[in-house]
């Protein structure tokens, strides 16, 4: 009998099960309350409509959903605008699935894709090197987490397949402007799709964000990623979307299993595009709690960097594991950025006002006690 044998890509992703859960900080730390503020969830949760919209479907989940998703897509082209068809779409189970859609549809063995670190390199790595392609980091610039466009086109060749941008980038909170992605855009070669993972783009004020549909709308060879994780609240329910030209959405949807979106899903997501009041508030809100958080950092005099999404990236002082360890202690839930070789960072997701406050007197008692 031959030995079975695993895929080597495979090597380096160990199981995820070390990411403390809130169930687990309740049963080891023996906290009464947990704040789970490290995963940039929306804590208004849902529309109300989402809610009744899967209610209304459960009793029926004994049979399949539609075969196609084309019902979900009209819905996010009529949320969306812009002139998008449901043809320019391509939908996943997670922001992260379709991440995955994407690079088995354009990469294979030997080919290169850049990242420019520190950003969601976990994710886009999980998704390149099963397939045999090879990351090479462009890194953002030092202190500023600048996009350097100069560096990330120097290092494009004829492997090259894929540029991968995070924008707002996952853990800084800082943008690409228009300016910096044009130059980006004008110096791709055809055989380079531009890979842009958006989730957050619904908390951008800055009026020089990109208009990465625009680009789609013209035909570039660009693939936009959004989910429905983060403003509409659906976390839960893994549910994210691509935009992109017909040609490269096509191909990309072209690896859908049969009966790809659940029935829950595809009536959860049709109902939260149809309430985009409800996403407005949510939005207002989360932009609110941050600028209150930052006004704590500063009345704390914490170095923090300004974020364009619903979550801070601070400077801890101490090193952020042993930070960490404490928070954990009193029952808070951050995200240290160590993996990202930021020993000092970590990330908090922006709570309710209840939250917020509680986690601010836990970090002011924290550093008082270590730095009296």
Not at 258 to 283: S, T
Not at 337 to 357: F, H, I, K
Request: charged fraction near 20%; charge should be negative.
């Amino acid at each position: 009998m031959s030995k079975l044998r695993h895929n080597p890509h495979l090597e380096p992703f160990a199981r995820q099960d070390s990411l403390v859960s809130p169930e687990d900080l309740r049963q080891s730390r023996s906290v009464d309350k947990v704040y789970p503020m490290a995963n940039n969830e929306n804590p208004l949760g849902p529309s109300p409509r989402v809610i009744e919209a899967i209610n209304s479907v459960a009793p029926t989940l004994s049979y399949y959903p539609e075969y196609s998703d084309i019902a979900l897509r009209q819905a996010i082209c009529d949320a969306l605008g812009r002139g998008l068809e449901p043809e320019h779409i391509f939908t996943g189970c997670s922001g992260f699935e379709t991440l995955e859609l994407i690079a088995r549809a354009y990469l294979a063995p030997g080919d290169e894709v850049i990242l420019s670190p520190p950003t969601f390199s976990g994710a886009y790595r999980k998704v390149a090197e099963p397939l045999g392609a090879k990351i090479i980091e462009a890194p953002l610039a030092p202190e500023t987490f600048r996009y350097r466009p100069e560096a990330v086109l120097g290092a494009v060749n004829e492997s090259t397949k894929m540029i991968m941008l995070c924008n707002p980038n996952n853990p800084t909170g800082t943008i690409t402007r228009a300016e910096t992605m044009d130059e980006l855009m004008r110096g791709v070669p055809e055989h380079v799709l531009v890979v842009v993972d958006e989730v957050y783009h619904h908390f951008v004020e800055a009026p020089d964000f990109p208009d990465s549909i625009q680009y789609a709308l013209e035909g570039r060879n660009i693939a936009i990623v959004h989910s429905f994780s983060k403003a509409y609240g659906l976390a839960g329910m893994r549910l994210g979307y691509g935009i992109a030209k017909p040609a490269i959405a096509n191909t990309i949807a072209g690896l859908h299993r049969g009966f790809h979106q659940n029935k829950l899903a595809l009536a959860a997501g049709i109902a939260a595009c149809q309430d985009q009041a409800h996403v407005r508030r949510c939005i207002d809100f989360l932009r609110g709690e941050v600028a209150w958080l930052c006004s704590q950092f500063d009345r704390l005099d914490i170095k923090y960097w300004e974020s364009s999404a619903n979550f801070i990236m601070f400077e801890t002082r101490m090193p952020a594991e042993d930070l960490n360890r404490q928070l954990h202690a009193r029952g808070f839930l951050l995200r240290t950025q160590t993996r990202n070789n930021l020993p000092y960072g970590m990330r908090v997701s922006a709570g309710t006002r209840e939250s917020n406050q509680a986690f601010i007197a836990a970090l002011e008692e924290i550093l008082d006690a270590a730095f009296a």
